[in-house]
């Protein structure tokens, strides 16, 4: 089961989120259709998103087979919701992550949603079944979050409801795959889905160590961009105890006591409202990255995931 390559695509708020996801499936040839409700927002997102995609064509790091100005005749507004979701088989649903304002989207489109729907939400840590328990197609919609900045970073987590219809999380991970990104499917809802789990539980020993004076900010980010990092980008965790041994169980025999003793020695969740303690950070990394100067880093930060996710490309085609 997938959504059939003509079909339409509608993307419910186009801010950051929703411009990504419309590039991405233009990029895998859909016509899409934004929306927002602020019609400015639409019109100032379809610049956006022409600008970006020539942008990327230029800078090579264009998706698909299209030209940029192919790609951006294929996303058009509109500012009426009941005619953008006419006649479309897949929705991304973009608006701020906030409960009560998904509820109230989600209703909004119930009466729209048809049976050949799948309609899937950004949310980064919302589960689908907070707001839509009262929809009549609840059973069609489902979490599909993707990891910042999506064009370059291309995980998306798959996370049905208790109602989800197995066909629809089938389409919805056939979809990601059609068009170049990389979907995981959770059997259930999990507060933090997968990534938020394991990133947090990253953080939380970076924390713990920063505030035992254990090491400073910057070896703390540099265990992991000099060392974890770059061996995370081709293999993850599992893997890695497969390859560091002859295989996981050897691993396991050989390493497992010495691990579960690091792991004792852990504390327990770090409060980071624990503003003094990032006050003290922020000494340390504005000496680097001014606040002011936040911006100029992520727009650095995500010139090095493009060159990554180019460099990756190249080595699957090998
Ligand atoms: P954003 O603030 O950039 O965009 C939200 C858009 O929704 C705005 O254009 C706003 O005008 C529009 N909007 C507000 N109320 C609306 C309504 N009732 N109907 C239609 N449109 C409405 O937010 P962003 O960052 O794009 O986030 C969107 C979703 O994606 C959130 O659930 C967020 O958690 C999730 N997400 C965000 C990531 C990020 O790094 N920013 C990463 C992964 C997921």
């Given amino acids: 089961a997938t959504v059939q390559a003509d079909s339409k695509i509608t993307i419910v708020g186009s801010g950051l989120i929703g411009q990504f996801w419309a590039m991405i499936f233009a990029g895998g040839g859909f016509k899409v259709t934004i929306f927002d409700i602020y019609p400015e927002q639409i019109s100032k997102a379809l ?19 299209l030209s940029a100005s192919e790609q951006a005749a294929l996303v058009t507004g509109c500012n009426e919701l009941k005619k953008c979701l006419d006649g479309a088989s897949y929705v991304q649903e973009c608006v701020p992550e906030s409960v009560d304002l998904k509820r109230k989207v989600f209703e909004q489109m119930d009466p729209f949603i048809t049976e050949d729907m799948v309609v899937a939400t950004s949310s980064s840590c919302i589960c689908v079944s907070q707001f839509v328990g009262n929809l009549s197609h609840k059973h069609r919609t489902l979490v599909a979050h993707p990891v910042n900045p999506p064009y ?65 900010a910057e070896d703390i980010d540099k265990v992991m961009t000099d060392g974890l990092g770059p061996r995370y980008a081709f293999i993850g965790p ?81």
Avoid at 49 to 58: D, F, G, H, N, Q
Avoid at 174 to 193: D, H, K, N, W
Wanted: charged letters at 25%.
């Fill in 47 to 65: 610049e956006n998103i022409k600008a970006t995609l020539s942008r990327y064509e230029s800078q090579g790091c264009l998706r698909g087979s």
């Fill in 238 to 318: 599992l893997e890695t105890m497969h390859l560091n041994a002859d295989g996981i169980v050897d691993y396991c025999n050989r390493y497992a006591q010495g691990a579960y003793n690091v792991c004792t020695t852990f504390k327990p969740p770090p409060i980071m409202y624990d503003v003094p303690t990032a006050e003290k950070m922020l000494q340390e990394i504005k000496k680097a990255i001014p606040v002011d100067k936040v911006q100029e880093r992520r727009t650095w930060r995500d010139e090095r995931l493009a060159a990554l996710a180019a460099l990756k490309r190249n080595l699957k085609e090998k």
């Fill in 152 to 216: 370059f970073i291309p995980l998306v987590e798959i996370v049905p409801g208790p109602w989800t219809l197995p066909d629809v999380t089938a389409k919805c991970r056939a979809l990601m795959e059609l068009v170049g990104q990389s979907p995981v499917t959770l059997s259930r809802e999990v507060a933090g889905f997968a990534l938020n789990r394991i990133q947090y539980s990253i953080i939380n020993e970076c924390w713990n160590m920063y505030k035992d004076g254990l090491l400073s």
